[in-house]
């Protein structure tokens, strides 16, 4: 949450500014990772760089923030396709303290989430997705979790499988998808802890077999440091081959085998 958050960027810097002075390399950037660790910014990112992701009103470092229910209350009746979205704790995992809200009339929601709430108001992380209807209630999780920072955005209807929610998820190494599968469940939380199952993954088709990523790529961060592998670039349109004239895959290994030009 948002004390681990403050915690970990900060232990970060400090290995980073350590590291430099004794002349190591960084694998990672610490600005980076303190991007890619706060949904928020990291959905823009990720947007900005051209890649297909749900809207959110909570996108991108100048988004406004949302202190509560009443923020999120009015993002989800005021914002044209938001009537079902995704609540998340803006550094939060494994679902803990997510909600997936469904506005099914004006004044009316409904919230399917991992989180516990007691006869006396306290909250749990459970491993048992819970439904509720009152929104007194829905508001009262959504206050509690509101200082921690929470990010919103679109639920798109899932791909199906048997009866199932599908849920496609996939692991980028080196600008190849290496890893595939798919998790199933009757709930829009398909994380295998609360009882989602695995899919079929050859029923899922092409699109989600290992393959390489054809899009251009940056060669350096938005820092000027090269990364540790490449990444959709927004701004590039052309990118230079190999240069022995093979695979991209036999080719990573060199330091110029992925670059690109404006």
Not at 146 to 165: F, M, N, S, T, V
Not at 184 to 208: E, K, Q, V, Y
Request: net charge positive; proline share 9%; hydrophobic share 40%.
């Amino acid at each position: 949450m948002a004390r681990w958050y403050a915690r970990f960027t900060g232990a970060v810097r400090e290995v980073a500014t350590t590291a430099r002075e004794a002349g190591a390399a960084l694998l990672d950037d610490p600005v980076e990772l303190a991007e890619m660790f706060d949904k928020r910014l990291y959905h823009g990112v990720l947007s900005t760089a051209g890649i297909a992701v749900p809207s959110s009103p909570s996108s991108g470092p100048d988004a406004p923030p949302f202190d509560g229910w009443d923020d999120v209350r009015a993002a989800l009746v005021g914002t044209a396709g938001l009537r079902r979205a995704f609540v998340k704790l803006a550094h939060g995992s494994s679902t803990s303290g997510v909600l997936a809200i469904s506005a099914v009339a004006p004044v009316r929601f409904r919230a399917a989430t991992s989180v516990e709430l007691t006869p006396d108001g306290r909250l749990f992380n459970s491993l048992r997705v819970r439904r509720y209807d009152k929104e007194a209630d829905i508001a009262t999780i959504v206050d509690a979790r509101a200082p921690d920072g929470l990010h919103i955005e679109r639920r798109l209807p899932k791909a199906a499988q048997a009866g199932r929610a599908a849920d496609p998820r996939l692991v980028v190494i080196g600008g190849r998808t290496t890893h595939a599968g798919v998790r199933t469940s009757r709930s829009p939380m398909t994380n295998l802890h609360l009882g989602g199952l695995r899919g079929d993954l050859a029923a899922a088709g092409p699109p989600l077999r290992p393959r390489v990523w054809t899009g251009p790529t940056c060669s350096a961060s938005p820092s000027g440091r090269r990364p540790a592998s490449p990444r959709p670039c927004a701004s590039a349109s052309t990118c230079c081959p190999p240069p022995d004239g093979g695979s991209l895959r036999s080719a990573r290994s060199t330091p110029s085998a992925i670059c690109c030009r404006a």
